[in-house]
């Protein structure tokens, strides 16, 4: 049987890239060579020949193809499609919580995270520069997704993590072929060893924004919500922030988008959601600074948004900043309270960097930040079955009569 998204995956589609640039300075750098960071030590952007672009494809035409990711062929860097890494990343459904609330439910993905995104693209550039080890830091969902798809491509990995990574995502790196360890440090550190390594190991280092790519896999969420709102876009997005990827991701298709004429002058509000154990974007944006200092002591439960210092700090603040939106932090106790609210009244399992989105999003409307009439996105990352739940303790005893009173308290 053949798969659905089949043809995004064996027909040749023409690629439309011209050049990277440095994100701070907007050097130049050529496109069909290997990078990590610019000469300034700053993430390479993929840039597009987006005339070409809008001469090569229409709304129509992308609209017949079979849903998925890999559908927006020609927003993205991969050349030839032989190198195309995929799981079969589909496009994530809108799922209403009630009133003018939507939750864009990234755990439908691959390796049941949003993570997936990004590392398709870049295990998929790796694929065609022949890289054969592949190392990244991770808060566990960016460890698995890397397992999975540098294991599908045959290339070794190499996944750092804190000690304290939910236990789930540690076994799932390890089952999906990973070599991985964890570290008494928090995710910038484990960071530090991937740098060290790279002279002595002869790997790649994937970590978030230290290559151009994971950034335009992320940048599909925005191509995909445009197009599932008819090429108009919400009011306002919740994006969980850590490294920031996708919030940085989904602003630069928001631009392309407009480069080429499929969407108008409303862009959303882009809104940075961090715990209050560790919000260095959100200290930053209040601070009126560029950058972020590095956060003493992160700590919170949403594991994926614990990231004390990230390199790409300056490109969400000024998405931030141009889309009129701001930074925002929640408490652990906020996002626990959200995550059993959203899964008992909705049945939506939030992951807690998804059910921080939904407390900031209440926050927000109570604060009078936005109010309840704008149309609303809340990025659920991940899916709640990787994170520890609460236990039950219930039990019948089926040799005594069953009280069925009790059943009901």
Known sequence: ??????????EDRPTFVTHLECSATGKRYPADQLHNLSDDGKPLLVRYDLEGIADAIDKETLAARPAGLWRYREFLPVRRTEDIVSLGEPVTP?????????????SRLPTGSFK???????????????????????NGNAGAAL??????????????????????????????????????????ECGRIVGEGQERMDWFDMSTLKEPYRIEG????????????????????????????????????FAELQAIGWIGDKLPRMVAVQAEGCAPIVKAWQDGADHAERWEDAHTVAAGIRVPSAIGDFLILRAVRESN?????????????????????????????????????????SSGLISVSDQAVLFNCATGLKYPLPPVTRTLDISAPIDWNSLTN
């Open 1 to 10: 049987m053949t798969a659905p998204h089949a043809t995004n995956l064996t």
């Open 94 to 106: 809108l799922l209403a919580l009630g009133g003018s609330v939507l939750v864009k439910d990234e």
């Open 116 to 138: 997936a995104r990004g590392i398709t693209v870049a295990v998929s550039m790796a694929k065609e520069f022949g890289i054969g080890r592949i190392a990244m830091p991770t």
């Open 147 to 188: 397992a999975a798809y540098a294991t599908n491509a045959g290339i070794e990995s190499f996944v750092f993590c804190p000690s304290d990574t939910p236990e789930i995502n540690v076994r799932e790196i390890a089952y999906q072929g990973a070599n991985v360890w964890r570290v008494d440090a928090l995710i910038d």
């Open 218 to 253: 992320k940048k599909t969420m925005g191509l995909e919500l445009a197009e599932q709102f008819g090429w108009e876009l919400p009011d306002v997005i919740f994006y969980p922030t850590g490294g920031g990827t996708g919030l940085i991701g989904m602003w630069k298709a």
């Open 325 to 365: 939106g701001y930074a925002i932090a929640v408490s652990d106790e906020a996002i626990e309270e959200a995550q059993a609210r959203v899964a008992s009244e909705h049945g939506l399992l939030l992951c807690p960097e998804g059910a921080a989105t939904y407390a900031a999003y209440e926050e927000s409307l």
